[in-house]
């Protein structure tokens, strides 16, 4: 079994540049954008082994998410004698990494919402997966999220050197970012990625000036799914779609009064919400009051093919969020050539531009959301065609899975020659 020191001094090749990506639960039904990234990666050349702490709970519907499954490791399932040998043994290979590991994840703990034995069961994990890694000669960790999986693998650079860098999509980071000692996780970091220029503006408000230059801009992408997809007609019904989880951040209690407002003006809207969620219930409730079952349909957790089958079906995309980092639906929407209507909100202005590839209104604002909504049912088809070919222009220049995962490609070469 490997020792918790320092890493070896291994020689690097990058014609077969090999790192590692960490996942709080992966796969999971609302992180196709991070397949997407770890095969295109691969596309390039780059050798991805992927850790996760635990399964998702959720069955997995995806075809592509199956084969993920079948791709990752679940520290919860290394075995709990094996998981105290590799703890121990990396205390005891180097007790003062130990001891300053240990030391950071108290001081995280008490300032952290999830408590102090939580963040102790983080070093247990950072334990675990820096022998996994090491095992396998991996030099560089990249995590999804400032949340915990940042935390652990922090603490696993506290307990080794080893070189980690994260991804930042908001909107939790931004929520608390001195709870998940954010600032910390940053100064650390080989380099951390933010999704939008929005989310690094708000990375930079949690650390030195001296730790800006490591905070870059990468995109999350699309693939050849979408960006090569025929161009498919807007249909002329009054249908729209909202896809996420169905939750407060999302905003779809306030989507479900602006339909009962629209209803009362006699026009025959139809929503269909892709998804599942802790709020599930509240929406039904909702909409049972006010009588909409017969213009309402709640989908449940579906596949990324019947996602798009959704989007495609459907006049618009509606998310009137009052929280995100930057959706990745809406970049699918654009793909499809579909307007949407959404919030000025996060990074979302850095795609959706208003009156040209669809409406943006003020984030709680049922008013104006009607009417955006009515302005939107109104318009003509043809007119709405000018608005999804504007928006997918938009989307194929920004967000092509290539060109952001070969800045990725080029920031894990940069972070490897460091490490």
């Not at 291994?10 to 609302?30: C, E, G, H, R, W």
Request: net charge neutral; charged share 20%.
């Amino acid at each position: 079994m490997a020792s918790g020191s320092s890493f070896p001094n291994l020689a690097t090749d990058y014609s077969k540049m090999q790192v590692a990506y960490f996942i709080n639960q992966y796969p999971k039904v609302s992180h196709s954008f991070i397949r997407r990234e770890i095969i295109e990666l691969e596309n390039q050349g780059v050798e991805v082994a992927r850790f996760s702490i635990r399964r998702d709970g959720i069955d997995i519907v995806d075809a592509g998410d199956r084969d993920e499954l079948a791709k990752t490791i679940y520290l919860a399932e290394v075995g709990k004698l094996r998981i105290l040998l590799m703890t121990l043994q990396t205390a005891i290979s180097s007790p003062l990494r130990w001891i300053q590991a240990l030391h950071c994840a108290i001081r995280m703990g008490l300032h952290s919402h999830m408590g102090l034995m939580k963040h102790v069961l983080y070093l247990v994990e950072a334990c675990v997966l820096l022998n996994l890694l090491k095992r396998r000669g991996i030099r560089h960790v990249h995590a999804h999220f400032g949340t915990n999986p940042a935390s652990v693998v922090l603490l696993a650079h506290k307990l080794s050197g080893l070189s980690y860098s994260f991804t930042v999509h908001g909107p939790e980071e931004f929520d608390k970012p001195e709870a998940l000692s954010l600032g910390e996780k940053i100064r650390h970091a080989g380099f951390v990625v933010a999704i939008s220029s929005f989310g690094r503006s708000q990375l930079f408000r949690w650390c030195d000036h001296e730790h800006w230059q490591k905070i870059k801009v990468v995109h999350c992408g699309l693939d050849a799914e979408f960006l090569q997809a025929p161009a498919m007609p807007v249909p002329d019904n009054q249908r729209l779609v909202c896809v996420g989880r169905l939750c407060e951040q999302k905003g779809q209690l306030l989507l479900i009064e602006a339909i009962r407002a629209l209803t009362l003006d006699l026009h025959q809207v139809e929503l269909v919400l892709a998804g599942d969620g802790p709020m599930r219930a509240d929406i039904e409730k909702l909409t049972a009051s006010y009588g909409l079952r017969d213009r309402v349909r709640i989908t449940g957790w579906i596949s990324g093919k019947q996602v798009l089958e959704e989007i495609a079906a459907s006049r618009a995309l509606v998310l009137p969020s009052f929280a995100e980092g930057l959706p990745v639906v809406l970049m699918e929407a654009c793909a499809l050539r579909r307007p949407v209507v959404t919030t000025y909100i996060a990074g979302i202005p850095e795609l959706v531009q208003h009156g040209k590839t669809g409406w943006l209104v003020p984030a709680g604002s049922a008013g104006q959301l009607v009417d955006a909504l009515r302005e939107l049912l109104e318009t003509a088809p043809e007119v709405l065609d000018s608005m999804g070919e504007q928006a997918y222009a938009r989307v194929a220049s920004q967000h092509d899975i290539r060109n952001e995962c070969a800045k990725l490609k080029n920031l894990f070469q940069s972070a490897l020659e460091g490490a």
